[in-house]
């Protein structure tokens, strides 16, 4: 079984395995999701991130999250006896804003609160409103890098009874 089984995302949605077949899909979807933050932070040039992207693309360690079985974005978490680490969430722009990521969130939120070890994530100092999405779901600021806020969520997941149902 693998460790992505412990996510119950709720109906219509659901993570796969990513395979190398994968990549230009997940190199399409980072432009779409990121290239803004990116760009903003080091600056974007095509040839430069389509190379670093190269060097980095590990498809065992992604998953392709798919809703109602089309490929719509894609998460990366790194679990060790410590902490859970959200190292990586992207959606396309079409999906973004109807709930999907808070679901994902608080899915890995509830897993974390399970193995009782707390959920740590680095985002872009120029993306406020991922930033602002965390802060809502109960991660605060712990440290900062010159590029990255680092926020951690310890303790019980935050469920409203609109929410309870997701996890
Ligand atoms: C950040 C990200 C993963 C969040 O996922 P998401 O599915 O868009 O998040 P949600 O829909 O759960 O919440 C985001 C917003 O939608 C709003 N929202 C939630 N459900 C909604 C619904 N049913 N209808 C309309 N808006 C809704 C939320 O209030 C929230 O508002 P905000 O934009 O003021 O913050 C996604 O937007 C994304 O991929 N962004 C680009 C990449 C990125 O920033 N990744 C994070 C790197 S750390």
Same mark, same amino acid.
């Given at each position: 079984? /693998?460790?992505? /089984?412990?996510? /119950?995302?709720?109906?219509?949605?659901?993570?796969?395995?990513?395979?190398?077949?994968?990549? %230009?899909?997940?190199? &399409? +979807?980072?432009?779409?999701? @990121?290239?803004?933050?990116?760009? %903003?932070?080091?600056?974007?040039?095509?040839?430069?991130?389509?190379?670093?992207?190269? +060097?980095?693309?590990? #498809?065992?360690?992604?998953?392709?999250?798919?809703?109602? &079985?089309?490929? =719509?974005?894609?998460?990366?978490?790194?679990?060790?006896?410590?902490?859970?680490?959200? &190292?990586? =969430?992207? =959606?396309?722009?079409?999906?973004?804003?109807?709930?999907?990521? /808070?679901?994902?969130?608080?899915?890995?939120?509830?897993?974390?609160?399970?193995?009782?070890?707390? +959920?740590?994530?680095?985002?872009?100092?120029?993306? #406020?409103?991922?930033?602002?999405?965390?802060?809502?779901?109960?991660?605060?600021? =712990?440290?900062?890098?010159?590029?990255?806020?680092? @926020?951690?969520?310890? &303790? #019980?997941?935050?469920?409203?009874?609109?929410?309870? %149902?997701?996890?």
């Amino acid at each position: 079984m /693998s460790d992505t /089984s412990i996510l /119950s995302l709720g109906k219509g949605l659901e993570l796969r395995e990513a395979t190398g077949d994968d990549r %230009a899909f997940l190199f &399409g +979807l980072h432009r779409l999701a @990121m290239r803004e933050y990116v760009q %903003a932070t080091w600056g974007w040039t095509e040839p430069d991130q389509q190379e670093r992207f190269r +060097l980095n693309f590990e #498809p065992s360690r992604i998953q392709v999250l798919v809703a109602e &079985g089309r490929d =719509i974005g894609a998460l990366t978490v790194l679990r060790t006896p410590k902490e859970l680490v959200l &190292g990586n =969430i992207e =959606i396309l722009p079409a999906f973004q804003r109807q709930g999907i990521g /808070s679901r994902v969130v608080r899915a890995l939120l509830a897993e974390a609160n399970v193995r009782r070890v707390p +959920l740590s994530l680095q985002v872009l100092k120029t993306n #406020p409103r991922a930033r602002a999405l965390y802060e809502r779901l109960g991660f605060r600021q =712990i440290s900062e890098t010159l590029t990255h806020y680092v @926020m951690r969520a310890t &303790g #019980p997941v935050r469920a409203t009874a609109a929410t309870a %149902a997701l996890i």
